[in-house]
């Protein structure tokens, strides 16, 4: 079974369209991340969520919504996409913060690649 | 976050050993140095962490100064599949306010050739 998993793997779609990237880890993790990684290969944190609870959130547009419904779950909403947003999302999960040696190694899902047309 | 610098780019002749070296000049005497991965057309994977004192593990070492203003990842026999980026990274103490948070930079691209 896959760690930490992301659906779709590609996902292509118009300017102004709203569009969801899932994310389910099975690692018992309390704390999940995504991040974005550009055409530079540049990767940001854009949230990280701890217990269904936002901990971190990287001045990201509004149009980015996560949704945490359970700890196991971290879903991305994107609304009025722009060309702009065209990346690979990545996402991620750790032990909770603090919690021993554990809390510091994230584990990435394979990436999601959206592309906006 | 405290910042990290890298060669872009590195070569190794497959088994081989490789030294990935990693300045850190500015940081704060509670952040642990990390070491991730990434293949080609994957997410980044962990390799080792250590916050003082070197550390080994099944994929690599981690060789940490005495000053802890640098640090080198060590693979001590490269492999093809080991060609990946590198990335070096200072995890943001909890104590300040960072709680997991990975600020990755721009890596090392390890080439490994036959």
């Known amino acids: 079974d896959t760690a930490v998993s992301q659906t779709p793997k590609y996902l292509v779609t118009q300017m102004g369209n709203d569009k969801s990237i899932k994310c389910e880890q099975n690692?018992?993790?309390?704390?999940m991340y995504w991040y974005k990684q550009d055409s530079k290969k540049f990767l940001k944190i854009m949230f990280s969520?701890?217990?269904?609870?936002?901990?971190i959130n990287e001045t990201v547009p509004n149009r980015f919504s996560p949704k945490s419904p359970d700890k196991a779950h971290l879903n991305l909403h994107i609304n009025s996409l722009e060309l702009g947003d065209s990346a690979v999302y990545f996402c991620?999960?750790?032990?909770?913060?603090?919690?021993?040696?554990?809390?510091?190694?994230?584990?990435f899902g394979a990436g999601s690649r959206l592309t906006v047309l | 976050d405290a910042k990290t610098t890298q060669p872009n780019s590195m070569e190794s002749n497959e088994e081989e050993p490789v030294h990935l070296p990693c300045n850190h000049s500015?940081?704060?005497?509670?952040?642990?140095i990390h070491w991730y991965r990434q293949l080609p057309s994957q997410g980044p994977e962990y390799v080792i962490h250590?916050?003082?004192s070197n550390v080994n593990n099944r994929m690599a070492s981690l060789a940490i100064a005495e000053d802890r203003k640098s640090s080198t990842l060590i693979l001590h026999r490269a492999t093809l599949r080991d060609a990946a980026v590198y990335y070096c990274?200072?995890?943001?103490?909890?104590?300040?306010?960072?709680?997991?948070?990975?600020?990755f930079g721009t890596g090392t691209q390890l080439k490994v050739e036959l």
């Open positions: 991620a999960s750790s032990q909770a913060v603090g919690q021993g040696a554990g809390a510091n190694v994230l584990t």
């Open positions: 690692l018992g993790h309390d704390t």
């Open positions: 969520y701890n217990n269904k609870e936002l901990i």
């Open positions: 500015t940081i704060s005497g509670t952040d642990y």
């Open positions: 250590g916050l003082t």
């Open positions: 990274i200072l995890r943001a103490s909890i104590l300040t306010g960072g709680g997991n948070k990975l600020t």
